[in-house]
């Protein structure tokens, strides 16, 4: 299943769970539904979601993980939101404090022909204005800081 078949809605969710179990941990239903700002109610819907989708796996009062394909969507949006927030801050001026949500409205549309000049464009860059590491295109994180 690929990032353009999902909701805006379901990738902000992958992209959270990735966030919050980094360390390889399951997440709780309830951490994730303060990220998202929704009732656990909610999350715990959507958790079921993205289960039946296969793209998270879900024991019930053990908290989600995300599966080999919902890891590679969520690597695929924080990519879009990353390169997106380098190329509003150098391309075209905004203020790093302003590209966050810029890119968060911006991230779920970029088509993968876009990401890859802006990729180009930018010089293939590692870390974003924050400094926090882009995953490249082969969604691979870097190995250091440029």
Do not use: C
């Not at 879009?80 to 905004?94: C, D, F, Q």
């Not at 890119?103 to 293939?124: M, Q, T, Y």
């Amino acid at each position: 299943m690929s990032r353009g078949d999902l909701s805006a809605s379901i990738q902000d969710y992958l992209k959270e769970i990735y966030k919050l179990g980094a360390a390889g941990e399951r997440v709780s239903t309830t951490a994730l539904a303060g990220r998202q700002h929704v009732s656990a109610a909610s999350a715990s819907a959507m958790v079921k979601k993205l289960a039946a989708l296969g793209l998270a796996e879900h024991a019930p009062y053990r908290g989600v993980m995300l599966t080999h394909a919902g890891e590679q969507v969520a690597l695929e949006v924080i990519r879009h939101h990353r390169l997106l927030e380098l190329y509003l801050a150098e391309t075209l001026g905004i203020g790093v404090e302003a590209v966050h949500d810029e890119a968060d409205r911006l991230e779920h549309v970029l088509s993968e022909e876009l990401e890859a000049r802006i990729d180009k464009a930018l010089g293939f860059p590692t870390h974003d204005p924050h400094g926090d590491p882009i995953p490249n295109a082969r969604l691979e994180w870097p190995t250091e800081k440029s």
